[in-house]
Every structure is written in C-alpha cells, then in structure tokens.
C-alpha cells in the first residue's frame, strides 16, 4: 500500500474503535495481509492515518464555452456538491472560452448567482478574461478574476481533487 500521500496525516479517533483491512490475493499464491487496529479509551485522540487520505476539496476548471455544458455539468454538478456538502470546500474555475459565455448568458449569470449563495467561490483567468475583454463584466457578477495558473498548480499540490468541463 502506497502510504506517502498519508505521511503528516491525522485522524481524529474515538474509544473502542477496532479497524480491520484486509487484501486478498488472487494469484496461484493467495496470501491476505491483515492490519487491526484497536483504540481504548485512554489512547483516544489524533492518530496518524496510513494510507487513508480522503480528498475533501474540488474545484472545476469550466474551459468549455458550450451553453449547455456550462449549464447542464460544469455548473450543475458543483452546486449539487456544496448543497449536500459531499466536499469541505468547492470551486469552479472559469478559464478561457468559458469566461466570455459567462459574461453575456443571462442564464449563465443565474447559475453563478446560485452557485455563490451556496457557497462555492468563482474564479476567473485574468490573463484570458482581460485578452477577451470580459474582467469587468466578470467581475460585476462577483467573480473573482485572478491569475489561475499557480494556484491550480497549489491546490494539486495540496491534494485537491479536480474535474474539467
């Protein structure tokens, strides 16, 4: 099991906690490697976590200037993730064509509107948005037009997971 993603990791855990995991071979060899893991009371608290990393951050690079996959996934699905808080923090990132749909679709402008109210920030490329003329437009809807290419590169880093439309 790769754990170096895991390595600095805790875990918060409580007493009485029993953890098993199992992996079961299927070659001519079948071997199982068993892991257990008990907590009494006394040793309740922060315990470091192998292997076990959870990715609870994702943001959306929106590229595409089609409507409708705008409007149907690469705004759809991050509001349908901070409204059941299936992720700690989401944002959508607006990145060339899709940033001059955004700044001239109405219905686009509602999506945002939507997606603001539940939390979830807006960004923009400050080098694409200004090349196509839109950072003002942009950033009259509450969008927050900034240069997006190292902080994408951070938030990988930081273990971040990310999808784009």
């Known amino acids: 099991m790769d754990t170096s993603r895991a390595r600095g990791d805790f875990i918060a855990v409580k007493p009485s906690v029993n953890l098993t995991l199992k992996k079961a071979h299927t070659a001519t060899n079948r071997r199982e490697i068993e892991v257990s893991l008990s907590v009494s009371r006394s040793q309740a608290g922060l315990k470091w976590k192998r292997g076990l990393s959870m990715v609870n951050k994702l943001f959306i690079v929106l590229a595409s200037g089609d409507r409708d996959v705008a409007l149907e996934v690469g705004l759809f699905y991050p509001l349908t993730v901070a409204k059941e808080k299936w992720m700690e923090e989401v944002k959508v990132i607006l990145f060339g064509p899709s940033e001059k749909l955004v700044a001239h ?18 960004l923009a490329c400050k080098y694409c948005s200004d090349k196509m003329g839109v950072s003002e437009i942009l950033e009259g809807l509450g969008i ?7 902080m994408m590169a951070q938030m990988l880093k930081d273990g971040w997971a990310s999808l784009t439309f």
């Open 105 to 122: 679709d109405k219905k686009v402008h509602k999506r945002i509107k939507r997606l603001q109210k539940a939390g979830v920030e807006i």
């Open 144 to 150: 927050k037009v900034v240069y997006v290419s190292s």
